[in-house]
Every structure is written in C-alpha cells, then in structure tokens.
C-alpha cells in the first residue's frame, strides 16, 4: 500500500484553499477531501511493515502546535513546473515533529523519501504549462494567507490510484500532547 504520514486541514481552511484554485487552465486542481500536509511519504508498504509504522507513530510525544498557509509556489523548473502549491508559515514545530518521524523511520528500516523536506499544501498539478500564466498567478496570490490552525494529530494515509488522480484516505491517528 502507497504510505505516507500526514496532516489534515480543517475545513474552514479547505474553503480558503478552494478559493484560490482557479485561473490556471493547465493544471489539475486538487480536489479540497485530498488537501493535507504531508511529513513522511514512505511508498508502497507490506502489512507487516505499517504494523511497525502504527507501534512507532503510537510512541511519538511531540506536544500540538499551530499552523497557517501562507503564499504559492511551484515545484520543478520555472518554465515547466510539476506542482503548485500553498507554502507554510515556518513552523519550527513542524520541522521538529518531521524529524522525529523521519530519523524515527529511518532507524527502524523504512526508506522515507530523500529530498529535503519542504513543508507545503499541493493545490494543483500541471498538465502543461504557461510561464507568464502562472507568474501572473503567483503573483496575484503572493498575499495568501489561511486561518491560524491547530495541529492536535498526524495520520497515516493511504494513497489509491484512480483514473481521476489519487485518492488519499486515513488509516490511523495519532494524538500530540495537549497544551497545558
């Protein structure tokens, strides 16, 4: 099964994600029931393996914390991106609660992705491209910002393919330590 660990975003947010998700005719929105910040993408994982997963996830104390979207950006070259997306407000949070899962995994076996990691909240994805479209875009919503919202869990997803894109759903979750 194709595994990644994760943050849902609530639904007011989805509503303010939506409303920026227009205005590209080359790309492929994504739909609002699959937006989510992704931590740790592992790939495809045998039972046995997402068994381990879910005993470690279960073990992580790492205390709740807030987040906001803030701006877009692309991923890929300039002229041809692959990926649109909202960035997040930098969270030291977040990039602690990354680490742990990752460093965690990594002892453990598992083989999480290599790239640097980058929070952010993919929107779209191109199909082709029109640079001085998209510059426009990017342009037009440099000034995004979401409500401030709080991260109270992470999840496992699992990630489906359809023949109308992926499919993500939530398989388990996990708990962060309440604020005191």
């Known amino acids: 099964m194709r595994t990644f660990l994760g ?3 609530p639904e007011d947010v989805k509503g303010q994600l939506t409303s920026i998700c ?3 005719p080359d790309v492929r929105w994504v739909p ?3 937006f989510h910040i992704t931590l740790v993408f592992l790939g495809e994982q045998s039972p046995e393996q997402i068994e381990t997963l879910s ?6 104390s ?9 701006s877009v950006g692309t991923f890929g070259k300039q002229k041809s991106p692959s990926i649109l997306f909202a960035d997040i407000l930098s969270s030291p949070e977040l990039s602690h609660l990354q680490k742990i899962l990752d460093s965690g995994l ?10 640097d990691y980058h929070p952010h909240l993919t929107i779209g994805r191109f199909k082709n491209s029109n640079e001085s479209r998209i510059l426009m875009y990017l342009e037009e919503f ?3 910002s979401s409500s401030d919202f709080r991260v109270s869990e992470f999840h496992i997803y699992f990630s489906r393919n359809r023949s109308d894109g992926p499919v993500y759903t939530i398989q388990e979750s996990f708990s962060l330590l309440p604020h005191h």
């Open 22 to 24: 227009y205005g590209l």
């Open 55 to 60: 005993e470690f996830c279960s073990k992580v």
């Open 62 to 70: 790492h205390p709740e914390f807030h987040l906001s979207l803030s």
């Open 106 to 115: 990594r002892r453990l076996g598992f083989t999480p992705d290599r790239q």
């Open 7 to 9: 943050i849902s975003i």
């Open 142 to 144: 440099s000034n995004f």
């Open 32 to 34: 609002e029931e699959n």
